[in-house]
């Protein structure tokens, strides 16, 4: 079983529209994540949740809307799209808030172009 | 400057040599250092973690930490091709906000 999984793996768009993107973790961890990856490689956090809370809301447009049904499930929501958003977005997990150990575990990615 | 520095290469070395990369971080509150591998097209996969001063050993492996200096090493002995990857550099700052740098990519020629 995947630990970490998202979907969809692809997201081909235009621009203006509306979409998301599903994560969901197994390993039973409190905490979950989204990061972008730019065309330069470089991973960056967006938002973190614990237990539902929101913990991390780095400054990225509001279009961007993170929802956390429980702490299994962390979705992404993006409005009005636009051509800059085009990038790989990956969701991870880890198990505790604060302290050493708290390995991250990330899901497949999903690579969103918008048109 | 960023948070988490790292030479962004290409670094290249021969099969069977010792690959060397090195990572500064800016944030004296970070505690917990890790060092990912990326293969391109997929997601980072955890390699080391390292959360006090000195060496840590597994495998090929090593990583190292002095905090005084704000830096942090990996060393991949006994370097092969399959080891050809983008490594990522993270510190770990409060409240599980995880700060990574651009990342090395690494080439190891058989």
């Known amino acids: 079983d995947t630990a970490v999984s998202q979907t969809p793996k692809y997201l081909v768009t235009q621009m203006g529209n509306d979409k998301s993107i599903k994560c969901e973790q197994n390993?039973?961890?409190?905490?979950m994540y989204w990061y972008k990856q730019d065309s330069k490689k470089f991973l960056k956090i967006m938002f973190s949740?614990?237990?539902?809370?929101?913990?991390i809301n780095e400054t990225v447009p509001n279009r961007f809307s993170p929802k956390s049904p429980d702490k299994a499930h962390l979705n992404l929501h993006i409005n009005s799209l636009e051509l800059g958003d085009s990038a790989v977005y990956f969701c991870?997990?880890?198990?505790?808030?604060?302290?050493?150990?708290?390995?991250?575990?990330f899901g497949a990615g999903t690579r969103l172009s918008v048109l | 400057q960023k948070e988490v520095e790292q030479n962004s290469g290409p670094l290249s070395v021969p099969e069977g040599a010792i690959a060397s990369l090195n990572c500064t971080y800016s944030?004296?509150?970070?505690?917990?250092f890790f060092w990912y591998r990326q293969y391109s097209g997929k997601s980072p996969e955890l390699i080391m973690s390292?959360?006090?001063?000195g060496d840590k050993e597994d495998g090929r492996f090593t990583a190292q930490l002095n905090k005084a200096s704000q830096y942090v090493s990996l060393l991949i002995r006994d370097s092969q091709p399959s080891d050809s990857a983008t490594y990522l550099c993270?510190?770990?700052?409060?409240?599980?906000?995880?700060?990574f740098g651009a990342g090395t990519r690494l080439t190891v020629k058989p």
């Open positions: 991870a997990s880890s198990q505790r808030l604060a302290g050493a150990g708290d390995i991250q575990y």
């Open positions: 390993l039973g961890h409190d905490t």
């Open positions: 949740y614990n237990n539902k809370e929101l913990i």
């Open positions: 944030d004296r509150g970070s505690q917990s």
């Open positions: 390292i959360y006090s001063n």
């Open positions: 993270a510190a770990l700052k409060e409240n599980n906000d995880m700060r």
